[in-house]
């Protein structure tokens, strides 16, 4: 048995990007979650997805476009450091933005929360996150999650039609615990990001089971103590070409056991923590 407070923090809290990451590879996990390694320079459509959410947090918190420009540019000056290719950069961008405030110059559902961090316990688990939307609608709560996507085709709805989407769950699950209110409703509203289309999608998934997320994210952690306790973090060799190339595919080359691993060149330690701004 370990004790909880010997547990690193990626053990002791839980969202749906360490879930997704562990079940895409355990040493990718180990890495990013459990060591804190990244890449110094991350990669474009990271930060180009950023710069977007920066944008809209701003439209939704009743900004005027200069400042939604100005929140844009900030993230991604500081984050692409002069790097940009077609479907990215400040003009392409800037220009999503825009379309974007002419599409949706007025939603059907009133603002409630815009942009704020969780944490919410599941038994001796904390979930957390940061949270890009929630709105009621009619009588309905509902929770809305930006996305960027260099493509809109209908296999990207997959993980949601198939109930695979740990993230609208984990959503949902905290939603209705803070606000003591039943939301059971996830909206994905997807930007295209493309050389010179502008194009949006949402869609609407009402099908959630709370206690049965509730019972997965319980057994997901239960493994992952498994993997902790022995050590044990398998490759998946079908992740290595994530993006083209996986961000530590050069950690993996440098060494055999990535247990042994340290930042090398090129890499940096930079814990990921969504709920610092609970703690001021």
Not at 37 to 48: A, C, K, N
């Amino acid at each position: 048995m370990i004790e909880a407070g010997r547990l690193p923090v990626a053990l002791r809290q839980v969202d749906s990007t360490r879930i997704s990451d562990s079940l895409n590879c355990l040493a990718y996990f180990k890495l990013r979650h459990i060591e804190g390694i990244v890449p110094e320079e991350p990669s474009l459509p990271l930060i180009f997805g950023s710069a977007i959410h920066a944008g809209l947090a701003a439209y939704y918190q009743g900004q005027g476009f200069k400042d939604i420009c100005r929140a844009f540019d900030q993230v991604w000056l500081e984050g692409s450091r002069g790097r940009k290719d077609a479907k990215r950069n400040a003009a392409r961008g800037l220009a999503i933005l825009n379309a974007y405030l002419r599409r949706y110059a007025e939603e059907p559902f009133d603002i409630l929360v815009v942009e704020e961090s969780f944490m919410v316990p599941i038994d001796d688990l904390a979930l957390v996150g940061i949270i890009d939307l929630v709105a009621k609608m009619g009588n309905q709560i509902i929770v809305i999650d930006h996305k960027t996507s260099s493509s809109l085709s209908p296999f990207y709805w997959l993980p949601y039609t198939t109930g695979a989407d740990y993230q609208g769950a984990g959503y949902l699950y905290a939603v209705s615990t803070l606000m003591a209110a039943k939301a059971n409703t996830f909206v994905p509203n997807v930007l295209l990001v493309h050389t010179e289309k502008t194009e949006f999608e949402r869609r609407f998934f009402s099908f959630y089971n709370q206690e049965e997320f509730k019972r997965a994210v319980l057994h997901w952690h239960k493994t992952l103590l498994w993997h902790f306790r022995e050590n044990c973090w398998p490759k998946n060799p079908k992740y290595c070409n994530r993006w083209a190339k996986c961000d530590y595919a050069g950690l993996c080359e440098v060494f055999a056991d990535v247990s042994k691993a340290e930042p090398i060149t090129g890499y940096r330690v930079e814990h990921w923590d969504p709920v610092s701004r609970l703690r001021g």
